[in-house]
Structures are given as structure tokens and as C-alpha cells.
């Protein structure tokens, strides 16, 4: 009798130990890991609030029609693309740690202007600054991880990173609905304040985080007035192609945020209401997958195995969706549903991919630089994707998907090459102390 009253206890013992462990799975694994991860929920809350309101806030506070609110983006976007090398080289030379806090203080300060200011001209005043300070923050926090992280944790940490990220921008999409549940006026022309003391609270964070090894060298203010050492990023053609063509993988975002609820509203039965259960599920995926994902990925070798897996499911993706113009009712929203969950993975896979390209195809020295290009090229190979894809998919419907499919394939393909272009560039470029191996064959230790 005993016996018996003890083997369910047993196994309720087991059950809440398996989930103990894997809750500790889910933790980063260090308290450096643990900040980084807890400043990415902060960023993205304060992000994701305002941006849930901000098409209503533009609109119907600030006054502006639609037209003018994407010419007023399209013009922040092209000054973030005439400033990404500047802002990058900045990076270098003040040091890391230095520009990501100041970006984000005066990116903070923008939101706190934002209530106050009316008419197009005052808008894209306010954006340019915006996306000149936001370039700065963003190149001062991809060369802060890399920097202050050893070698072997920096897959691992930015896969943290990414789900936290996820993490707050469901926190921030929920405030920003509370918000906008409200229907006044009042409560969204002073919901960027909200933004605004997040932000502060974000960049004071930032400061308590230990100083990476290049803001040492530069703390003492002669190393500021120099140009960084080594080449520039522009002389590894390498990396601009291989930036290129990785921007055009990252396509991956225009199908599951673009094309797939486009097709599905327009080119299916499914009901609208399923638009929020694709989303819900990538959220999900997206939080609980990527550290698991990017275990074992630590060389270039399987960086590019990762980057063919994520075409495999774009291209697994683009097939599933394009079947369904012909199906019906459940089967549809089934395939469609699943269309999504296979974007997911190529995000995913080409997540931890592109992590191991920063982290062992750039110049140290140059971190900065070489994140900023990448970004700028990165734009030039993915930018002109929704307004094709909607395009092919749209007119030509399953000779537009394989279409859609094959141009990331090529892309794929082009990768290999650029990869190892960009390998023997570091390799033969980079010596001397500061250095770090760059070489694709060795694996990490864990």
C-alpha cells in the first residue's frame, strides 16, 4: 500500500524537476548574459509600446496623412543609410559602451519632443535625428556584445538576447493596446512619455554595464583621436557581398509579416481571425527556440550549414503557402498555419548563422565599421523584397512563389563564397595584439 502511494509522488517529483531544469534553460547562463538579456526586454517594451499606437499617433495626433507619415520614414531611412558608416567609425573610436548609452539618451529624448511637435516639417526633423542617434545606439550595442563577451559565449548570449527581445516587444504590444483601448486622444498624444522613461532607465543601464576591452583602451582619451587600425570594412569585398546576399535571406521577415497575411486575406478562405494565431505562434517559437536553435553553431563551417538549413524551409515555406490558392477550409488554414511556422524556422536558422558571421568575420578592431556596413548592405540586398514579392505572389501566384523561392536560393549559394572571401580577408588583415581567431574549422569550447 505504501508502495503504491509513493510512485505518483515520485513522479510528480520527477515532472516538477524536469521543469525545474528546463526553466533553467530558458535563464542566460551567466549575470553578464542576465543583464544583456533584461536591457533587451527594457528596449523593446519601451519600443514595441510606442510602435503599437504610432500609425494613430502620427495621424491623428501629429495631423499627418498617410502619404506624408511614409515619405517622413522614407526620408529617416535613406539618412540612416547615409550615416550607418559614420555612426559606425564613431563607434570605434569612443568606444562601444560610450556611444550605445548616449544613442539611446538622445533617442529617448526624441520621444519625450514627440507630443509637443506638429506638421510634416517638424516630423522629418524629428525622424532624421531620430534614425541618426538610433544608427549610433544600434552600432554601440552590436559592438559592446561582441567586445565584452569570450568567444564562446557570444552565440549563446545573442540567442538570450533574441528571445528577451521578443519578450518585450509582446510586453510593449500589450501596453500599447491598453493604450490604445482608451480611445482618447489625450492618453496616446502623452504615451511617448512612457517611451521616453523607459529609455532613460534603459540608457542609465546601460552605463552600470562593465566597460568592454575597447572601451579601456579609449577610456583614456588620446586612442579617441585616432582613426581605429586595420583596413576599412569597404576593403572586404568578402563582407559586403556576403552582407548582401545574407540581407536578401533575411526576406524571410517580408513573407511572414507581408506576404503570408497578405496571401491569406486576399488569396484564401481562411478567416482574419487566424492572422492573430500566426503571429502568436511565431511570437511563441521565437522566445522558447532560438538558444536551442544555436547550440553547437560556433564556426563558420556550420554558420553556412545553418544558412542552407534556413533556405530549405523558405523554400518549404514559399511551396506550402503557394498550394493553398487551391485548397479549402481547414486544410487551408492548417497549411498556411504551417507555411508560418516554416518561415519561422528559416528565421530562426538564419539567426544563429548571421551570429557567427559578426563574430568571427569582423575585424575587432573594427567592430563598429563592420556592423554598420553590414547593415547598410544588408538594406540594399532585402529593401526592394515587398514591394516584388507582393508583386510575383500576387500576380503570378504560384510561378511568383517559386520565383520568391529561387531568388533566396541564389542567394544562398552566393553566401558560400563571400563567407570564405571574407574569412581569408580577416585572416590576412588582422594581426597583432587584439586580435581574435577567425578560422571556420576549430570548433568553440563550450
Known amino acids: 500500500m505504501s508502495l503504491r502511494a509513493e510512485r505518483p509522488s515520485g513522479r510528480v ?26 536591457q533587451s526586454v527594457l528596449f523593446k517594451t519601451a519600443d514595441g509600446t510606442f510602435m503599437t499606437g504610432s500609425a494613430v499617433f502620427f495621424t491623428q495626433v501629429v495631423g499627418l496623412s498617410a502619404a506624408q507619415v511614409g515619405l517622413g520614414l522614407t526620408i529617416g531611412a535613406i539618412a540612416a543609410g547615409l550615416t550607418a558608416i559614420p555612426a559606425g567609425r564613431l563607434v570605434d573610436r569612443f568606444g562601444p559602451k560610450r556611444t550605445w548609452a548616449a544613442g539611446v539618451l538622445v533617442s529617448s529624448l526624441v520621444f519625450g519632443a514627440w507630443p509637443f ?48 527581445m521578443n519578450v518585450g516587444s509582446t510586453f510593449g504590444a500589450i501596453l500599447g493596446g491598453v493604450a490604445l483601448a482608451f480611445n482618447s486622444l489625450t492618453v496616446l498624444r ?41 583596413p576599412s570594412a569597404l576593403r572586404n569585398t568578402g563582407w559586403l557581398v556576403l552582407s548582401f546576399f545574407n540581407g536578401t535571406m533575411w526576406t524571410n521577415q517580408v513573407l511572414l509579416n507581408v506576404l503570408i497575411p497578405l496571401w491569406l486575406v486576399q488569396e484564401t ?7 492573430a494565431w500566426l503571429f502568436g505562434t511565431n511570437t511563441v517559437l521565437c522566445i522558447f527556440l532560438p538558444t536551442y536553435v544555436s547550440r553547437g553553431v560556433s564556426t563558420v563551417d556550420d554558420a553556412l550549414r545553418r544558412s542552407r538549413i534556413s533556405a530549405v524551409f523558405f523554400v518549404a515555406s514559399c511551396v506550402i503557402t503557394m498550394v493553398t490558392h487551391s485548397t479549402v477550409g481547414l486544410l487551408t488554414a492548417a497549411l498556411v498555419w504551417l507555411g508560418h511556422i516554416t518561415v519561422t524556422g528559416a528565421e530562426l536558422s538564419l539567426s544563429s548563422a548571421s551570429w557567427i558571421y559578426q563574430a568571427k568575420l569582423m575585424d575587432p578592431r573594427r567592430r563598429g565599421e563592420y556592423g554598420s556596413v553590414a547593415g547598410l548592405f544588408s538594406g540594399l540586398g532585402g529593401r526592394w523584397a515587398p514591394a516584388l514579392y507582393t508583386f510575383l505572389a500576387m500576380t503570378w501566384h504560384q510561378a511568383g512563389w517559386l520565383i520568391i523561392a529561387a531568388i533566396v536560393v541564389v542567394a544562398t549559394i552566393a553566401v558560400h ?30
Open 190 to 230: 502623452w504615451l511617448p512619455l512612457f517611451t521616453l522613461a523607459l529609455g532613460l532607465i534603459n540608457a542609465y543601464f546601460i552605463t552600470r554595464l562593465p566597460a568592454a576591452p575597447h572601451d579601456v583602451r579609449v577610456a583614456g582619451g588620446a586612442a579617441a583621436r585616432e582613426s581605429a587600425p586595420g
Open 417 to 446: 563564397p563571400a563567407a570564405r572571401a571574407a574569412q581569408r580577408f580577416v585572416e590576412r588583415e588582422v594581426s597583432g595584439p587584439g586580435s581574435v581567431p577567425v578560422a571556420g574549422t576549430a570548433s568553440v569550447p563550450s
Open 117 to 164: 511637435i506638429g506638421g510634416f516639417g517638424a516630423f522629418v526633423a524629428m525622424v532624421i535625428i531620430y534614425e541618426i542617434v538610433d544608427n549610433i545606439a544600434g552600432a554601440g550595442n552590436r559592438a559592446y556584445v561582441l567586445d565584452v563577451l569570450p568567444d564562446r559565449e557570444r552565440v549563446s548570449t545573442q540567442a538570450y538576447m533574441y528571445s528577451a
Open 269 to 275: 478562405d481562411s478567416p482574419h481571425w487566424l492572422l
Open 13 to 38: 517529483a520527477d515532472v516538477i524537476s524536469r521543469l525545474a531544469v528546463a526553466a533553467r534553460r530558458l535563464m542566460p547562463p551567466t549575470p553578464l548574459s542576465r543583464r544583456l538579456a533584461a
